[in-house]
């Protein structure tokens, strides 16, 4: 199949109902049936859309182990991709902060270490402040990157969320697998500061992997913290090229042009010049923090 | 023309406590708009005393939701309330446009006294009794007109101190200003358009006549938050708060404590463990 020279991405920026899982998956229907009408290639949800970010003890009842929902959800994006946020369920009980594609039907597997996976699960769990991920959820282990289908033709993408991309391994591992938009979706709850230093981060991401960021953040507000919203997409030289408004629900779109990108990527070898010595030097700095804490 | 002078229509905020005002203004107006979507609430109810606090809180709830949907009562005590905070209350009410529900809590507070003689000797239990009833006032308007959450006016540097009535003043559904100091409280109030007599008068929850916040807490406000926002926002050492402000050592301790023993008066109740879901240590919620 031919390679996809820009795709249409629609953001979109609900505000989720804590444990209202029903309402919230008739939302990102509509949503879906919006921006599926406006002909996007894929549109994108918030972290925990379907369970609310400060949901807590509700997120065990919420779970997803491929409900009817979902699989409803998947059959109604026929010819787009939907990047969903929502809770997973593992065999074992495990819960995680994940994030599935869905399309034509089907979980659109991504693919990690040469392995197909089901879901991007959470890396990092903030548990600190107001943040008490690492209570309610495993993390995930890597960064599977997906070959998605669009009008045009396949291109690849990664999701991230929230807390991942406040680090910037997980954005680089993206783009080293090829990835060419980077899906950062996120339940950030609003302080003063929020907007401005996540803006600040994302940029960098997208400045220093030479790719598009698609970040898309809940809107609204749960038990009188809000989630600000500001979803917006930034091009590889850090520009915003489309943004929805703060704290309020929106579905805004816009085009990535990926043949720009690559010819973009040809002069400015952000990925190719990564050395592995520092890649090995950042392992063994790691590996002397984590013993400094130890001693 | 001098710099005070030109700042006249503006409350000199502690330069530590700047911020930008018409960002949380619209953090709280989101915040309680959604509030009372999730808690399937129409209406607010709340209590106006002609203070900084209550006066911004209710110029907040009517940008929220309308005047037509918030009940704002007055709920004085003849010859402790000032003749000034019912001038006031009726300046912000008249300001925005509502109109004010006044209920004189004087005849309640003599039966209580009257039921319990003790009160009469006994100021601080006393003053708790005022704050308490304008409290079932509040909560009896919120369940006559029904669908209505009561909307509380606390402060983050009363929050902090203790420095309110528990299940008096502080009892309420929610707490929009609590993140608040109270100079950014007043800093707010004026830049919001509010009287300046309500946000330059020395604050005072007037539950004992003549009795300021100052007098009884020992420092202005404008100190106050500093060793506050200190402590609370940046886990300063006491003896560093003391050096940065140029106050005894003592004097730091001594708020910094106030901060700790009024604990319990920002949580719920302890719950005796027993079993292995326990409310709020186990079975963990969210309230909306």
Wanted: glycine share 8%.
């Amino acid at each position: 199949m031919a390679t996809a020279e820009s795709v249409k991405i629609a953001l979109a920026q609900i505000a989720p109902k804590m444990g209202d899982v029903k309402t919230n998956f008739e939302k990102i229907m509509d949503y879906t049936k919006r921006a599926s009408a406006a002909g996007a290639d894929v549109v994108v949800f918030p972290e925990l859309a379907t369970a609310g970010y400060l949901s807590q003890g509700i997120f065990f009842d919420v779970a997803e182990k491929l409900s009817a929902s979902l699989k409803a959800l998947a059959d109604l994006a026929q010819g787009i991709n939907v990047v969903l946020g929502l809770v997973e369920e593992d065999e074992m009980g495990n819960l995680y902060n994940s994030a599935m594609i869905l399309r034509d039907g089907e979980v659109v597997k991504g693919m990690w270490q040469g392995r197909k996976v089901s879901s991007y699960r959470k890396l990092y769990l903030p548990t600190y402040g107001m943040f008490e991920e690492s209570r309610w959820f495993a993390s995930g282990s890597g960064v599977p990157v997906y070959e998605l289908s669009s009008s045009e033709g396949t291109f690849k993408g990664a999701v991230v969320i929230c807390e991942d991309y406040w680090q910037p391994l997980t954005v680089r591992i993206a783009a080293l697998r090829g990835a060419q938009v980077v899906f950062a979706i996120a339940g950030s709850p609003k302080t003063l500061q929020k907007p401005k230093m996540t803006h600040s981060l994302l940029v960098a991401r997208a400045i220093e992997n030479t790719s598009y960021v698609a970040f898309v953040n809940q809107a609204g507000s749960q038990d009188m913290v809000n989630f600000w919203g500001g979803s917006e997409i930034i091009d590889f030289e850090g520009n915003t090229l489309v943004s929805a408004p703060l704290r309020e629900e929106a579905l805004v779109f816009g085009t990535v042009d990926l043949y720009m990108e690559r010819k973009y990527r040809e002069v400015n070898p952000m990925l190719r010049e990564e050395r592995e010595e520092v890649i090995r030097d950042y392992e063994i700095a790691f590996e002397e923090m984590r013993r400094s804490y130890q001693s | 023309m001098t710099k005070e002078e030109s700042h006249a229509d503006e409350y000199p905020l502690p330069p530590e406590l700047t911020f930008d005002w018409k960002e949380a203004h619209d953090d709280i107006i989101n915040e309680i708009r959604w509030h009372l979507r999730n808690t399937g609430a129409e209406k607010i109810v709340i209590g106006l005393s002609g203070g900084v606090d209550s006066s911004l809180s209710l110029y907040l709830a009517v940008r929220s939701v309308g005047v037509e949907n918030v009940v704002a009562m007055f709920l004085p005590e003849a010859g402790v309330t000032p003749d000034y905070d019912e001038e006031d209350a009726r300046a912000v009410a008249s300001l925005l446009g509502i109109e004010l529900v006044v209920k004189e809590i004087s005849p309640l507070v003599e039966a209580f006294s009257n039921e319990i003689s003790e009160l009469r000797g006994n100021s601080l239990a006393l003053a708790n009794v005022k704050a308490r009833i304008r409290m079932i006032l509040l909560y009896a308007e919120a369940n006559l007109i029904g669908r209505a959450q009561v909307l509380g006016t606390s402060d983050k540097s009363e929050l902090l101190l203790g420095y309110t009535t528990k299940y008096g003043d502080s009892g309420a559904d929610f707490l929009p200003i609590g993140d608040l100091y109270k100079s950014q409280v007043r800093y707010m109030a004026s830049k919001v358009g509010l009287p300046r007599r309500v946000w330059m008068k020395p604050p005072s929850p007037q539950l004992i006549k003549g009795k300021s916040a100052q007098s009884e807490l020992g420092l202005p406000y404008e100190v106050l938050d500093r060793i506050l926002y200190y402590r609370v926002d940046h886990r300063y050492p006491e003896e560093k708060i003391a050096r940065i402000l140029s106050l005894p050592v003592e004097t730091v301790n001594h708020y910094c404590m106030m901060i700790i023993k009024s604990d319990h008066k920002r949580k719920a109740p302890p719950i005796g463990k027993v079993g292995g879901a326990t409310i709020n240590m186990d079975w963990r919620m969210p309230i909306e």
